[in-house]
């Protein structure tokens, strides 16, 4: 394998499948308001664990948050006697709002994102007039993740691949035999994750998932969302390379790069934004923070008229 990264990720894949190192454990916690999975995966030796795209509850028509499905990982990571080392999210995500800051303070743990998301609240900070108190470094993370980088939960190996396309700060993370993907790939049933936002790219995301899917075929796949595809009645956020080579609808193997940018480009098109885009942007290009209180000690979330 040319790709030094992805020989890496694929040989930490393969340890655990042959015993020769210890496999994570997952516990997943669905949002059906944004269709959102979030997830929790540890170490079950040393109990350490991470936690992968949380969400804030916000309803939108009254601008009033709850954090009623973040308090549910509480109590499991709680009730497991885990140890929280990580808060990590895969992107600046468009459709719900993170958690993490609130799930730090009742868990701890670093907060991390891939480095790339400088470009995003860049871009982002510009549409949103942010002004010049809106860092644009990453600071608000603690750890900015590049391509390749290693870290550990607990025992378990991990590894990050930077995915981009879909946002340019898309991260994957592959922890032990588990891959976290974020918005790249949804199961095969439903394809593949739109590319039309700010720094969005069809060809670059076919690219990202081409690299995901040349891991070993038994690598288990753990999705940000899902929205059921036509047929099915359940909700699903687990699948495996394997099955995404074989059949995911937009991406199999032999769909060319042309091919897929064509249908992507073609479908993204007659996509409306997403419900929560205005108040997801903006409040986790700041890591999960809302905008400061103004002079009256209330917080506010702007919509650029005719902007986006």
Not at 79 to 107: I, K, N, Y
Not at 121 to 149: E, M, P, W, Y
Not at 240 to 269: C, K, L, S, W, Y
Not at 280 to 300: A, D, H, I, K, W
């Amino acid at each position: 394998m040319s790709d030094p990264v992805l020989a890496a990720a694929a040989a930490q894949i393969q340890d655990v499948e042959q015993g020769r190192a210890p496999a994570p454990m997952v516990r997943t916690f669905f949002d059906e308001q944004t269709f959102t999975a979030s997830h929790v995966v540890h170490d079950p030796e040393t109990r350490e664990a991470a936690i992968i795209d949380s969400v804030l509850e916000y309803e939108a028509a009254s601008g009033r948050t709850r954090h009623s499905e973040a308090q549910r990982i509480v109590d499991y990571v709680r009730a497991e006697g885990l140890h929280v080392r990580w808060q990590l999210e895969t992107h600046a995500h468009a459709d719900h709002l993170s958690a993490a800051p609130w799930l730090q303070q009742q868990l701890g743990g670093r907060l991390g994102i891939g480095a790339e998301i400088v470009r995003v609240q860049d871009v982002f900070g510009k549409i949103f007039n942010a002004g010049t108190d809106f860092a644009r470094d990453g600071s608000q993370f603690d750890q900015l993740f590049h391509d390749g980088d290693r870290f550990t939960v607990g025992r378990i190996e991990a590894i990050a691949l930077h995915v981009p396309g879909h946002t340019p700060a898309d991260m994957a993370f592959i922890i032990g035999n588990a891959a976290f993907i974020g918005d790249t790939l949804f199961m095969p049933d439903y394809g593949t994750a739109r590319a039309d936002f700010p720094g969005g790219d069809a060809r670059q995301l076919y690219r990202s998932i081409r690299r995901l899917l040349s891991l070993p075929d038994e690598t288990r796949l753990f999705l940000c969302h899902d929205y059921k595809a036509p047929g099915r009645d359940h909700f699903a956020w687990q699948t495996t390379i394997g099955a995404e080579r074989q059949t995911n609808v937009h991406v199999h193997d032999g769909v060319t790069e042309d091919a897929f940018a064509a249908m992507r480009t073609a479908r993204d098109a007659t996509l409306s934004l997403p419900n929560l885009i205005m108040p997801s942007v903006q409040v986790n290009m700041r890591g999960g923070r809302l905008p400061e209180p103004e002079s009256n000690g209330t917080r506010y979330i702007k919509i650029p008229i005719d902007t986006l």
